[in-house]
């Protein structure tokens, strides 16, 4: 992100992750779910008690297989954790003092916060069961992808990589 | 058949060839043009009856609807083919010698019965239109079905636990005043109807007037497939309404395009503005 900003000069934003208030801060785990479908609302419903996941038998690569009903569709899913070292974040426009929301100039990010936290999320495929080649698990993978682009080499990362290369590459 | 909600019920009953003529004494007749108490009397006449065997294949209101509103739609002929041969090999496997088989059509008689005579090779088989009223054993399957699911519906617990709901379903024909009322009162403009309800259904359609917008992929490659000729019949039994005006692929989910392969695979977008 930070990469891209420096890149698109005149965007402008904050992110404020650290939580408002801590001990009221949400913990979203085990309750954050990805539908494959484009749902035109914005608003609370009555969620648990009309969306019923259920564990299935099946375990497909390592994942098991939940399966759910939305609008006469059946959906295959699985809770995944999100990696070790990152976390979900439910983002909100931070609230000046007058209760103001605030502007977001043309090309600003504008200013968020932190509402609430998860540390997994369960997503659905329509019909097809959950595997590794979902984009959301390869997603996962440009954690590693963007640490070896972008984590700064260490003086030591750099003598061992030309001392012994095939060492400092594992 | 057309009812819209709960399982759908399949049957099938069979007996010696000899019985055939005791089995038309028996005063089976169309399910439909029986009342209620009448046909659970002939069922539980035939259970006890040692020379009638039956079988139900009760296909799950959940289930026909999410193969209704696939990607790769089944449709409600293909549905029903399926589980007339279910319940044909499954008799044939408890070792009965099917010589005979009668059946009541679905979609075009001569075709299924090439289908099914391809299939059991063995045995001959007789579809027509109106067999529940032209041949006792048919009649008698269609009482086995319409009692099983008319129980099944009754007995039904649903799944959703919204305080507002109740199992006052009527008979599940939308034709029924009881059942109109129970499919406006639960009518949810998110999740559209409990899963009780077959949302194949065409007869759902007006209760999701003014249900919020859901966009499916499946739905995408649907019109695509049907401005190809393709899935015309499919597509006309399970456009529910809860389709969009104007469906965009960006509505749906981010796609990476234009980023380089190992974007584009996973989906990743480049975000430069939030809203």
Same mark, same amino acid.
């Given at each position: 992100?930070?990469?891209?900003?420096?890149?698109?000069?005149?965007?402008?934003?904050?992110?404020?992750?650290?939580?408002?208030?801590?001990?009221?801060?949400?913990?979203?785990?085990?309750?954050?779910?990805?539908?494959?479908?484009?749902?035109?609302?914005?608003?609370?419903?009555?969620?648990?008690?009309?969306?019923?996941?259920?564990?299935?038998?099946?375990?497909?690569?390592g994942l098991s297989v939940k399966e759910a009903y939305f609008r006469g569709r059946k959906l295959l899913g699985a809770t995944v954790p999100?990696?070790?070292?990152?976390?979900?974040?439910?983002?909100?426009?931070?609230?000046?003092?007058?209760?103001?929301?605030?502007?977001?100039?043309?090309?600003?990010?504008?200013?968020?916060?932190?509402?609430?936290?998860?540390?997994?999320?369960?997503?659905?495929?329509?019909?097809?069961?959950?595997?590794?080649?979902?984009?959301?698990?390869?997603?996962?993978?440009?954690?590693?992808?963007?640490?070896?682009?972008?984590?700064?080499?260490?003086?030591?990362?750099?003598?061992?990589?030309?001392?012994?290369?095939?060492?400092?590459?594992? | $058949?057309?009812?819209? !909600?709960?399982?759908?019920?399949?049957?099938?009953?069979?007996? @010696?060839?000899? %019985? /055939?003529?005791? =089995? #038309?004494?028996?005063?089976?007749?169309?399910?439909?043009?029986?009342?209620?108490?009448?046909?659970?009397?002939?069922?539980?006449?035939?259970?006890?009856?040692?020379?009638?065997?039956?079988?139900?294949?009760?296909?799950?209101?959940?289930?026909?609807?999410?193969?209704?509103?696939?990607?790769?739609?089944?449709?409600?002929?293909?549905?029903?083919?399926?589980?007339?041969?279910?319940?044909?090999?499954?008799?044939?496997? $408890?070792?009965?010698? !099917?010589?005979?088989?009668?059946?009541?059509?679905?979609?075009? @008689?001569?075709? %299924? /019965?090439?289908? =099914? #005579?391809?299939?059991?090779?063995?045995?001959?088989?007789?579809?027509?239109?109106?067999?529940?009223?032209?041949?006792?054993?048919?009649?008698?399957?269609?009482?086995?079905?319409?009692?099983?699911?008319?129980?099944?519906?009754?007995?039904?617990?649903?799944?959703?636990?919204?305080?507002?709901?109740?199992?006052?379903?009527?008979?599940?024909?939308?034709?029924?005043?009881?059942?109109?009322?129970?499919?406006?009162?639960?009518?949810?403009?998110?999740?559209?109807?409990?899963?009780?309800?077959?949302?194949?259904?065409?007869?759902?359609?007006?209760?999701?007037?003014?249900?919020?917008?859901?966009?499916?992929?499946?739905?995408?490659?649907?019109?695509?497939?049907?401005?190809?000729?393709?899935?015309?019949?499919?597509?006309?039994?399970?456009?529910?309404?809860?389709?969009?005006?104007?469906?965009?692929?960006?509505?749906?989910?981010?796609?990476?395009?234009?980023?380089?392969?190992?974007?584009?695979?996973?989906?990743?977008?480049?975000?430069?503005?939030?809203?």
């Amino acid at each position: 992100m930070n990469e891209e900003t420096t890149k698109n000069a005149g965007i402008r934003g904050t992110i404020d992750l650290a939580p408002r208030d801590p001990p009221s801060i949400s913990d979203l785990t085990d309750r954050v779910h990805l539908l494959p479908c484009s749902i035109k609302l914005d608003g609370p419903s009555e969620i648990s008690h009309y969306f019923k996941p259920r564990d299935t038998e099946v375990v497909v690569d390592g994942l098991s297989v939940k399966e759910a009903y939305f609008r006469g569709r059946k959906l295959l899913g699985a809770t995944v954790p999100i990696p070790e070292g990152f976390k979900g974040y439910v983002l909100d426009k931070k609230k000046l003092k007058k209760g103001k929301i605030t502007e977001s100039l043309e090309g600003d990010f504008g200013q968020w916060e932190s509402r609430a936290e998860f540390g997994n999320i369960t997503y659905w495929n329509h019909d097809t069961h959950p595997s590794a080649d979902d984009p959301l698990l390869r997603c996962f993978h440009w954690f590693s992808v963007a640490d070896a682009l972008h984590k700064p080499i260490t003086t030591e990362e750099l003598a061992s990589y030309s001392t012994a290369s095939e060492k400092a590459q594992t | $058949m057309s009812s819209v !909600l709960g399982p759908m019920v399949y049957g099938c009953l069979y007996c @010696a060839c000899s %019985y /055939q003529k005791t =089995l #038309s004494s028996l005063n089976f007749a169309d399910s439909k043009t029986l009342k209620e108490e009448k046909r659970e009397e002939l069922f539980e006449n035939l259970k006890v009856d040692n020379c009638i065997g039956w079988e139900v294949d009760v296909i799950d209101p959940r289930e026909l609807s999410a193969k209704m509103l696939r990607k790769l739609k089944v449709n409600l002929n293909e549905i029903s083919h399926n589980s007339a041969i279910g319940l044909v090999r499954r008799v044939i496997n $408890m070792g009965v010698l !099917l010589t005979e088989v009668y059946v009541d059509t679905v979609g075009d @008689a001569e075709k %299924y /019965q090439i289908k =099914l #005579s391809e299939i059991f090779p063995g045995v001959k088989f007789v579809v027509s239109k109106k067999a529940d009223s032209l041949y006792p054993v048919v009649s008698g399957a269609s009482i086995v079905a319409k009692v099983t699911r008319d129980r099944a519906l009754r007995d039904w617990v649903p799944d959703e636990t919204a305080d507002n709901m109740h199992t006052n379903f009527g008979s599940g024909y939308p034709g029924d005043p009881e059942t109109k009322a129970w499919l406006e009162h639960h009518k949810h403009s998110l999740f559209g109807f409990p899963t009780l309800v077959r949302f194949s259904w065409g007869t759902c359609t007006p209760y999701f007037k003014d249900s919020v917008e859901v966009l499916w992929e499946a739905d995408k490659e649907d019109e695509e497939g049907s401005r190809n000729g393709n899935g015309k019949r499919q597509l006309k039994l399970s456009n529910v309404g809860f389709t969009g005006y104007k469906r965009k692929t960006e509505d749906i989910e981010s796609s990476g395009k234009g980023r380089c392969k190992f974007f584009q695979a996973r989906r990743l977008e480049l975000v430069s503005s939030f809203l």
